[in-house]
DNA sequence: GGCGACACTTGGAACGATCAACAGGGGGGT
DNA sequence: ACCCCCCTGTTGATCGTTCCAAGTGTCGCC
């Protein structure tokens, strides 16, 4: 084992002791004092650089860490985000969820903070939860994440003065002021519908999600805005449903009996694989007989044998933006933007008629 | 607004002052000393009923709840729990990772823990997180997911004396000592298997793991044990490939050319989603040709059009449990058994032949 | 009435870090 | 030569809770 001081990341090979050492320990092996060490960690810049030198051999010689315990008392944070892991949604193709954890747990470490999970199954026991956090100062901020209509959570944050961010848009209550990120999901289907109106497609159907979802709304408009920008009639092409891959099927048979479309561009993959079913059971191939785009790029969409082209959304970069926001609020320093809109790809499949795509991305 | 006492779960209406209250503020609220609001707090038995109350009411009024930093830091506790977050699976129909971590989020909840989550893309990265946090005594305890042959993390925590619980057995390490729960795999595909048997099915195909998988090797074990209970043959019937779609769907079909088989058990719903994909080609009926029942009841499972029957781990049981053996643990209270093993369910539904299975869960 | 046992309560110290304020040393300007 | 200030590093106090040992009151018993 070299003895060579190493930094933050050094993993010794030996045991811990049964009570790890301080700072008085490392600053009294270092010959210096305890507010040295302190420094030597937080403000290197105010040391002289032998001084420093010595004080970090000492602390990797001894396999030092400052107490998260004593540093959160004393300066009032806790260096944890709070995130509520909601009730698992069995039952659709969606695992936005589960990609998103992911990538929020990356961009929070890349910044010095951990990603501390509660339950809450309902907006009651979501609010309790943040409650109870906050008064025990267990966590400095939270991200919230289901912004749908009359959500009471982003309310409760922001009258108790919490730091927060959420993901996705304060879509109903324009008089929010707490700031977010999300995915333009217009922009998603409208990269969607440009992509198969650049293969020659003229008829492409919509089906989307029912009227009272902004956010299908918000996707449907992408495809409208797209055809009509070209110049083509909408009419009769879409159809708004469940959120399910029978409500998706038959829809599909529907259309495909009333209006002819070439081409589908669905509101999510749960929807789309309904199609699919569709083109199945009628021995139509897809891609080649009949194009179909998703929404989310799920598992499903990855693993088919038929490749499903999905938009997928930048989770990874709504991640970061959202720490980034974070760290602004936590070090009081203004935030520019209200919100930041970010922009999807679509991920290139068999599904949407090139051949041998090889999983392209367009953006 | 009620001015009655109530308890832990209390939520206040009223923003958070600037600075929470302390343990003084609600000690002189009530008119006693610190010492009797943190016994109230932590040894309720030791007061006297009414001046348990009138704490109670304090605590109440106030919102106060005890600053997690400050008794974290006296007591060299966290009531964390750390679980390594790994990279997302993407590419697989597999979920189980997502619904175990809700299942012990709630568990933890229940015992008075949080989940905290680290990232950590291998080994040597999930071994520094588990180091960082160790050092500065971030987390009590952690969970570790990934028991595969060799894995160093059992081994170096082990041997740094931190208290851990692994999800999975130590499969090829009979020298490990740490607890463990783990799901039986042969028992699940027992389920399935009899379950196909009771049916008057015969000749059951196998398709599952590369031998080198030992899940793979217990979950066949199930199967193979079932057939030969009922004096049945299993030669020709079983094959060991990729865990993806595409080799469950070329496994299916040399097994129907070449053994005629008229039900299926896969070791994963991925490769299950394979069979189906052959059957469809050749025009079989699923269900009503051709039995399958997959492992892990997964998304795909529940959400295709034709029910995928699938084994389900009892992934809420696990957490149960594990945070059980923790609690021991932490309280070094001596643990009982070395290792758990749960049983898990089978969720039938319309792709092993049971007409209008209606979601029954046998046992 | 006094004494001891018991039950409950109290003030002081400690956990380990950071904040605030200050001490000594050296260099530059007047 | 003097003053001042910057640079570097030190000391005492503090965050809010729990542990420790001693204090106070009440009660029963002789």
Redesign the interface.
């Given at each position: 084992m070299s003895s060579e001081a190493r930094g933050?990341?050094?993993?010794?090979g030996v045991?811990?002791p049964a009570l790890?050492p301080t700072l008085a320990d490392v600053a009294e092996r270092a010959g210096v004092s305890r507010q040295t060490v302190s420094n030597a960690l937080n403000n290197p810049d105010l040391l002289r650089a032998d001084t420093l030198a010595r004080v970090r051999q000492a602390i990797a010689e001894m396999?030092?860490?400052?107490?998260?315990?004593?540093r959160?008392?004393r300066t009032?944070t806790?260096s944890?985000i709070g995130l509520r892991?909601?009730?698992?949604q069995?039952?659709?193709?969606?695992?936005t969820?589960?990609?998103f954890?992911?990538s929020l747990?990356?961009a929070s470490?890349l910044a010095g903070y951990?990603?501390?999970?509660?339950?809450g199954d309902d907006d009651d026991e979501a609010?309790?939860g943040y409650?109870?956090l906050?008064?025990?100062?267990?966590v400095d901020a939270f991200v919230i994440t289901d912004t749908y209509l009359g959500n009471p959570q982003a309310a409760w944050l922001t009258?108790?003065?919490?730091p927060f961010v959420a993901f996705g848009r304060p879509w109903h209550d324009h008089t929010a002021r707490h700031p977010w990120v999300d995915v333009d999901g217009a922009a998603g289907t409208r990269l969607a519908t440009e992509h198969l109106l650049a293969q020659g497609h003229t008829r492409i159907a919509w089906i989307g999600w029912r009227k009272d979802n902004p956010i299908g709304e918000d996707r449907r408009s992408g495809w409208f805005n797209a055809m009509h920008d070209q110049g083509l009639s909408t009419t009769g092409l879409a159809s708004r449903v469940e959120d399910?891959?029978?409500s998706g099927?038959e829809a599909a048979a529907v259309l495909l009996d009333e209006s002819e479309p070439t081409a589908f561009v669905c509101a999510s993959d749960?929807l789309a694989?309904?199609v699919l079913?569709t083109l199945?059971i009628r021995q139509l191939a897809p891609g080649t007989d009949i194009a179909v785009v998703g929404f989310d790029d799920s598992?499903?969409a990855?693993?088919?044998?038929v490749g499903l082209t999905s938009v997928r959304q930048p989770l990874e970069d709504v991640a970061v933006e959202i720490v980034r926001v974070l760290g602004s609020l936590l070090n009081h320093q203004p935030v520019q933007e209200r919100g930041v809109l970010l922009t999807p790809t679509l991920v290139v499949r068999e599904s949407s008629g090139v051949a041998d795509p090889a999983e392209r991305t367009a953006t």
């Open positions: 933050a990341g050094h993993v010794s045991p811990l790890p396999g030092y860490s400052p107490n998260r315990a004593a959160n008392l009032r806790s944890l892991f909601g009730p698992a069995e039952g659709t193709a969606n695992a969820m589960d990609r954890v992911h747990v990356e470490e951990h990603v501390l999970l509660f339950p609010v309790t409650d109870n906050l008064r025990s100062t267990a009258r108790q003065r919490a399910t891959i029978n099927a749960t694989m309904g079913h199945w598992q499903v990855q693993v088919f044998p």
